[in-house]
């Protein structure tokens, strides 16, 4: 594809409630990346996948977040049981390869409202 | 750790005049990347320019430049003849180790016609 597909682009679910944001990469883009943006406030570093392998999770708020990919392609963030502090927008970005001369390309983002 | 602050979170500025958005970051590393994204409210991170820590010559992308003074641990964004497309948030980025990009609080640009 041309960009970094996120989706939904909004969700809104019930507290407790199990929730799966779903990111697809640039094609070709070995590294990809998990944030999450707070309403008023700068990107907190989730995770990072190099192929289908997430070598550091501590960057995961706790143990009810997840995430995963398959195939070195496709990206899934799974939160269980949401809690209202996890109110934010998602954001994924993708890379050729890691590391700071390999621009990060972002997508527009799961806005994700916990009632 | 490794953390970013952007001192002005918001800014103003006339069409076509110059504006200045400042970003401090500490760290202990001495090889390292920074950047400043643009996010406008379609929420898509569009990155603006990136300055490698070993190299001592300002980045520039067209109307964008940076002033990189690496041991005052400042790297500040200077946007010349700024458009109204320009209005946006900016954010201030630190990559160390590859993989864990750190951001400042961002800075809402507005650009006044």
């Known amino acids: 594809g041309a960009g970094v597909s996120q989706s939904p682009s909004n969700k809104v679910t019930e507290k407790g409630k199990d929730v799966e944001l779903r990111c697809d990469p640039i094609?070709?883009?070995?590294?990809l990346y998990w944030y999450r943006q707070s309403l008023g406030q700068g990107l907190e570093f989730l995770i990072y996948?190099?192929?289908?392998?997430?070598?550091?999770k501590s960057g995961l708020p706790s143990d009810r977040f997840s995430a995963e990919r398959t195939g070195g392609s496709v990206s899934t963030l799974t939160i269980q049981r949401t809690q209202q502090e996890d109110s934010a927008v998602y954001l994924c970005?993708?890379?050729?390869?890691?590391?700071?001369?390999?621009?990060?390309?972002f997508g527009d983002g799961t806005r994700l409202s916990i009632l | 750790a490794q953390t970013v602050t952007q001192s002005q979170p918001e800014m103003s500025v006339q069409e076509a005049e110059t504006v200045t958005l400042s970003c401090t970051y500490d760290?202990?590393?001495?090889?390292?990347?920074l950047f400043w994204y643009k996010q406008p409210p379609s929420r898509q991170m569009i990155l603006v320019i990136r300055q490698e820590a070993y190299k001592q010559q300002n980045a520039t992308e067209n109307r964008f430049s940076v002033n990189f003074q690496k041991a005052a641990k400042s790297f500040s964004l200077k946007i010349s003849d700024s458009q109204l497309g320009d209005a946006a948030m900016y954010f201030c980025?630190?990559?160390?180790?590859?993989?864990?990009?750190?951001f400042g609080a961002g800075t809402r640009l507005t650009v006044k016609p």
């Open positions: 760290t202990s590393e001495s090889d390292y990347y």
């Open positions: 094609s070709g883009h070995t590294a």
């Open positions: 996948f190099q192929g289908n392998s997430a070598p550091d």
């Open positions: 970005a993708s890379s050729y390869r890691l590391g700071g001369r390999q621009p990060q390309h």
């Open positions: 980025a630190y990559l160390y180790n590859n993989n864990d990009m750190r």
